[in-house]
T-cell receptor, first 113, second 110 residues
Framework: SQTIHQWPATLVQPVGSPLSLECTVE??????LYWYRQAAGRGLQLLFY??????ISSEVPQNLSASRPQDRQFILSSKKLLLSDSGFYLC????????????FGPGTRLLVL | KNEVEQSPQNLTAQEGEFITINCSYS?????LHWLQQHPGGGIVSLFM???GKKKHGRLIATINIQEKHSSLHITASHPRDSAVYIC????????????FGQGTRLTINP
């Protein structure tokens, strides 16, 4: 069966520090991978989308970047965190066809102080 | 105007009540998703439907493509149903890129 992992579960970082959040998927090959952010009191927003290794689509201009060094690994990064980067970050995967369910990871709660 | 609107934003009910959460969208879609987010933040996909109705246990989801409206119903509600329910639709140009509603926070009191 397929599983999706995210770490860390929670993170408190100072403004200006770097960030690296990792997401890995098991039990499937060539998944579509997604990074979402949920800011406090707001809905989910798609940040990045990847259909394959090294293929990243950025959905909104921001202080973050994403990379996919391996088929089932998706990394969210920042060189210098801003206060506005605080939020709940969710990774998700889906099969590479239309109209497929997306499966979400447990999320990382990031607080930038 | 948001592309996906949910109502109500908050809903409190007593155990056993029949619950209805509504979702209206303004974009053309291929499928609509209903998600459940638990207090800890984890998200579970409940339904994906493109027409008619789907049922899973006490949960029922319906969609009217012509009216661009979907409803999520919970029968015989229970405190463990307390969660945020989120509606999401794909953008036209990429079926996998979802646009999310703001969510409906449901609280079921015993």
């Amino acid at each position: 069966s397929q599983t999706i992992h995210q770490w860390p579960a929670t993170l408190v970082q100072p403004v200006g520090s770097p960030l690296s959040l990792e997401c890995t998927v098991e039990g499937t090959s060539n998944p579509n991978l997604y990074w979402y952010r949920q800011a406090a009191g707001r809905g989910l927003q798609l940040l990045f989308y990847s259909v394959g290794i090294g293929q990243i689509s950025s959905e909104v201009p921001q202080n973050l970047s994403a990379s996919r060094p391996q088929d089932r690994q998706f990394i969210l990064s920042s060189k210098k965190l801003l206060l506005s980067d605080s939020g709940f970050y969710l990774c998700a995967w889906s099969v590479d066809t239309n109209q497929e369910t997306q499966y979400f990871g447990p999320g990382t709660r990031l607080l930038v102080l | 105007k948001n592309e996906v609107e949910q109502s109500p934003q908050n809903l409190t009910a007593q155990e056993g009540e029949f619950i209805t959460i509504n979702c209206s969208y303004s974009v053309g879609i291929s499928a609509l998703h209903w998600l459940q987010q638990h207090p800890g933040g984890g998200i579970v996909s409940l339904f994906m439907l493109s027409s008619g109705k789907k049922k899973h246990g006490r949960l029922i989801a319906t969609i009217n493509i012509q009216e661009k409206h979907s409803s999520l119903h919970i029968t015989a509600s229970h405190p463990r149903d307390s969660a945020v329910y989120i509606c999401a639709v794909p953008r036209i140009q990429g079926a996998q890129k979802l646009v999310f509603g703001q969510g409906t926070r449901l609280t079921i009191n015993p």
